[in-house]
């Protein structure tokens, strides 16, 4: 059977104006992306193996995404609402402080089914079907779902890090990946913990949501045996006492994207183009992914309208992906790297103790409101002021923010 994106095929409009766009994901990229386009008054079918489920994913909000989107903080929806972190070292190190703004945190079912309402509200059609094939050749766009195939006049591929729809470009190699597992867990909690590890590119979290805990673990992909995540995983479920009775195991993967794959991989052609994790857009750094998703199905939505698809690669560079590369290229150092005779990550949850201005910094990163690029500079104008704090808490150790539990492993700061 043969259909257009909703019905028979219409050739482009006046100057060049799409008419009919179908759109592979209905994941934040996918749904704002369509929702936004439906509003400009575009035929939009949104296609969705799943529709709204519950992907694997911390779920969490920062601040740049509420103040990009405050229906996501408005809404009635069930969300947790959270203002403390903790971060700690992999010698066992803590060091707990208050964001500079709140982490807003979903179940992803709530999230992507809240989208995709707000998607269909707006005029789209959501199908539940899963794409096979997407051809671009030609001009107009056909794609092979359930055994039908459907026609627009573009199509956005917004099917997430697995996506192997790839008209003329690559996809997402290995050294762009990250590896994740973990579990859904039925247990209250009202801070998020973050755990590094020694020389390990990745990260441990506990991410709470409205009636269960995201647990999990992150780590670049072929780097590290599944055992061994496994092993991470239970060492800290152990330690922080995490309730495991009625867990969920899950694992995905995550974009974790070089330099250089930001940089030059094709995300656009005449009658194509990708958003979200389908086009690496996640910050390798945090593996903060929903942010961007809804941010690159946004911009292409506007470059759609303009009536300017060439334009999209620009315009998401201009938003974020010149930020994203500049993460990339300091990622694995700070993971791996050392600073002042201690791993970096070690010595930051240190200094957070220790300097007040340190801790500032951090709780505005952590929160999502210090992009990287500034934050270099930002590092250096403050360095002093933090060995001044770190000298006088050593001189007087009842001066600094919160001295290190008793019973915590002491690295010495040298
Ligand atoms: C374990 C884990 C924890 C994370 N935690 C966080 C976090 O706390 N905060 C944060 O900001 N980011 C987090 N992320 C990243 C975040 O989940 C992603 O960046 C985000 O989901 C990307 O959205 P998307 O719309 O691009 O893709 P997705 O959300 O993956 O959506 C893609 C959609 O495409 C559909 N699909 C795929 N293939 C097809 C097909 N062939 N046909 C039809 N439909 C198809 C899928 O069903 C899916 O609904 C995490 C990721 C992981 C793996």
């Known amino acids: 059977m043969k259909s257009h994106a909703t019905e028979s095929h219409s050739p482009r409009g006046a100057a060049g104006r799409l008419s009919s766009i179908a759109i592979v994901g209905g994941g934040p990229a996918g749904a704002l992306c369509g929702e936004r386009l439906a509003r400009q008054g575009l035929r939009v079918t949104i296609f969705d193996e799943h529709l709204a489920w519950e992907k694997p994913c911390g779920g969490g909000l920062t601040h740049k995404a509420i103040e990009a989107y405050p229906f996501l903080l408005d809404s009635p929806h069930p969300k947790k609402i959270v203002r403390t972190a903790e971060l700690i070292s992999g010698g066992g190190h803590r060091a707990r402080f208050e964001m500079s703004h709140p982490i807003v945190i979903y179940s992803r079912k709530v999230l992507n089914g809240l989208l995709l309402d707000r998607a269909v509200a707006a005029g789209c059609s959501a199908v539940r079907t899963r794409v ?32 192997q729809l790839l008209p003329d470009t690559t996809a997402l190699g290995k050294m762009d990946l990250e590896v994740t597992l973990g579990y859904f867990v039925p247990a209250e909690e009202q801070i998020i913990k973050v755990k590094f590890l020694k020389q390990f590119e990745g990260y441990l979290w506990s991410f709470p949501r409205a009636d269960h805990l995201s647990v999990g673990i992150c780590a670049k992909m072929g780097q590290y045996s599944s055992q061994r995540l496994h092993r991470h995983l239970g060492d800290f479920v152990r330690e922080e006492k995490i309730p495991m009775e009625g867990a969920r195991f899950y694992s995905h993967v995550l974009p974790s994207p070089q330099e250089q794959t930001l940089r030059g991989r094709r995300i656009a052609g005449d009658n194509w183009a990708m958003a979200g994790d389908a086009a690496g857009c996640v910050d390798p750094i945090t593996g903060e992914g929903l942010y961007y998703a809804l941010r690159s199905g946004d911009i292409l939505a506007q470059a759609l309208t303009d009536g300017q698809p060439q334009a999209y690669p620009e315009r998401l560079r201009a938003a974020f992906s010149a930020d994203l590369e500049f993460a990339a290229k300091f990622a694995r150092k700070l993971f791996c790297g050392n600073f002042l005779g201690g791993a970096i990550t070690t010595r930051m949850v240190q200094l957070l103790n220790y300097s007040p201005a340190f801790c500032e910094l951090i709780r505005d990163v952590f929160s999502g409101s210090q992009n990287y690029r500034t934050l270099k ?5 403050q360095f002093g002021i933090t060995a001044l704090e770190l000298a006088r808490s050593f001189l007087n150790p009842f001066s600094a923010v919160s001295a290190p539990r008793a019973s915590e492993p002491r690295e010495p700061l040298p």
């Open 377 to 381: 500079r930002r590092l250096w104008n």
């Open 132 to 163: 096979t094939r997407v051809d671009t050749g030609g001009g107009t766009v056909r794609l092979t779902a359930g055994g039908d195939e459907h026609c627009a006049d573009f199509v956005v591929l917004a099917a997430g890090a697995r996506n």
